[in-house]
């Protein structure tokens, strides 16, 4: 795991806890952040990957189509965040974990049944799962696959698989694995951690994918 360095421990003092979504420290960094170049396989550039797959498929990507899923979601790269920081998802660092986050297109009638999607019983459940892999087990490619797995057995994903639809969700898949070095999450005072995915562990979701596919 690979540790940020933000906010340590000096002189024996924490430092004060900043409002992390409203300073004006914060908003700059955030437009500064924003002006960057989106990284492929990531949650920020899902315009840049939808131009992608038109391009490469020749058929329409639109919400009608496909779902930028997380397969890591973002509750989970949260959780250890202390709650008296009141993270949001739509702004500061919040909003950043969110863009520098793992995503793909998927089919939208597949996301719909995936059981990480929407209120449930299943979904608490599913993410502590994936968040055992990811910290505890530090495998963020056994988190990957465990998304997998539930989409495996949903019979959308099934019908979808060999469609022109379907393999632009694999495409988008793969390029999201081969371009994630690393999966970013929140320390408990909301610094960034980060957990690499090595080379093994890509192959291993690529071939995880192929499976389920067929």
């Known amino acids: ?38 990284k492929e396989g990531t949650y920020g550039n899902k315009y840049g990957e939808k131009r992608r797959l038109e391009q490469e498929h020749g058929i329409t990507v639109s919400g009608q189509t496909h779902e930028f899923e997380h397969p890591i979601p973002w509750a989970t790269l949260t959780a ?15 909003e950043e974990l969110e863009a ?4 793909y297109a998927e089919t939208k009638s597949s996301h719909k049944e995936h059981s990480g999607t929407g209120p449930s019983a299943r979904v608490v459940q599913y993410r502590k ?12 490619g056994n988190a990957f696959q465990i998304s997998l797995v539930e989409y495996a057995q949903k019979p959308n994903f099934i019908d979808t698989a060999h469609t022109p ?38 192959k291993e979701c690529i071939v995880a994918r192929w499976i389920a596919d067929n």
């Open 129 to 140: 799962e994936l968040e055992v892999a990811l910290k505890e087990d530090k495998s963020p």
């Open 100 to 103: 520098i986050s793992p995503a």
């Open 1 to 38: 795991m690979i540790e940020s360095t933000l906010d340590p421990m000096i002189a024996g003092r924490q430092k004060e806890k900043r409002d992390l979504e409203n300073d004006e420290v914060t908003k700059d960094e955030n437009k500064k952040r924003n002006a960057r170049p989106k």
């Open 80 to 94: 250890d965040a202390d709650p008296a920081l009141k993270i949001r998802r739509k702004s500061g660092v919040g």
């Open 165 to 202: 639809v379907g393999r632009v969700a694999s495409d988008s898949y793969q390029h999201m694995i081969m371009n994630t070095d690393s999966v970013p999450y929140l320390n408990n005072d909301a610094s960034f951690a980060f957990m690499p995915l090595d080379n093994h562990q890509k």
